[in-house]
């Protein structure tokens, strides 16, 4: 992998993730006369629960659902340049026009997984796959030593049932200033189950699911994939490193290389849940990693979740009272049914 860092017409950082070490990035320069970049978000405190909130009113001016000849993902041309000033890229990650989160009070990152607009994540090919990991990656390490930066979250909205304003293949990764209300919810039970049980409680929750068995979708020697018992979506899924390491960071080499082909393989499970001609399955992907300090860091277990709001074909999962007001989830479709229709949508 050629790593290249530059700087877009209004400050925001730009890298260049190639895999040929060949590459010649440096030469081509943003010209663009962009507005100054927008005052930084304010994170204020629910006491009542004890979360963060972000108020950032200035992305309701980031652009919206434009037209493939608008797209500002896609690269440069002549007479049409775009966010992106090459002509042609493998991957690219650079500040987010419209972030939630900056300066003091964070970051926000897009990550280009393809410079093709038509294409998506589960069109890629293992290699560039692999290099999307290994941005991941190299992210969650620079992102993490920022003064501020408590927790590095790496993740992929698809869809407009989702939510996605932009339709060119990317993600996102937000640095938090805080540790997320999921997370730390997550390392409170880890710490109960230590101190009840002697064990990590990531650990035995794959452990348990690989020996029942009924919600397992795929398995590899170093990644085990599966909807969870009390999965809250309708298709959620799970994958865990058969190797509990809390971050992307600590994954050894062997589930490095496995990881893309069986990522890639669940990707295409989803868009043939419901049927051929159906359009394609608005999902997020969600990398869970461990916070840059806390206690109890070294509990965590890394995973990726993968989750659709798409119940049936024609019908969507609203968040509703229960769900939205008490974070009570109603699951109409049953974890070990979502689990059997995933293995029958394994390609031929």
Known sequence: ??????RLADGRELIYYDARDDAARGAVTD???LPPRPAAGEVRHDPLLGEGVVVASHRQDRTHLPPPEQCPLCPSRPGRPTEIPAADYDVVVFENRFPALSGEAGRCEVVCFTDDHDASFAAL??????????????RTAELSELPGVAQVFCFE???IE???TLAHPHGQIYAYPFVTPRTARMLECAAAHRAGTGRNLFEDVVAEERADGRRIVAEGAHWTAFVPRAARWPYEVQVHPRRRVPDLLALDD???AEFPALYLDLLRRFDRLFGAGAPPTPYVCAW???PVVHPHRDEFGLHLQLFTVRRAPGKLKFLAGSESAMNVFVNDVPPEAAAERLR????A
Do not use: F, S, Y
């Open 1 to 6: 992998m050629k790593k290249t860092a530059t």
């Open 31 to 33: 010209v663009r006369p």
């Open 125 to 138: 090919t293992p290699e560039r796959a692999a290099l999307v990991l290994a941005a991941w990656t190299d």
């Open 157 to 159: 909205n698809r869809g």
């Open 162 to 164: 989702i939510g996605v």
């Open 254 to 256: 062997a589930a490095r």
């Open 288 to 290: 869970h990693q461990t």
């Open 344 to 347: 029958e949508a394994a390609g």
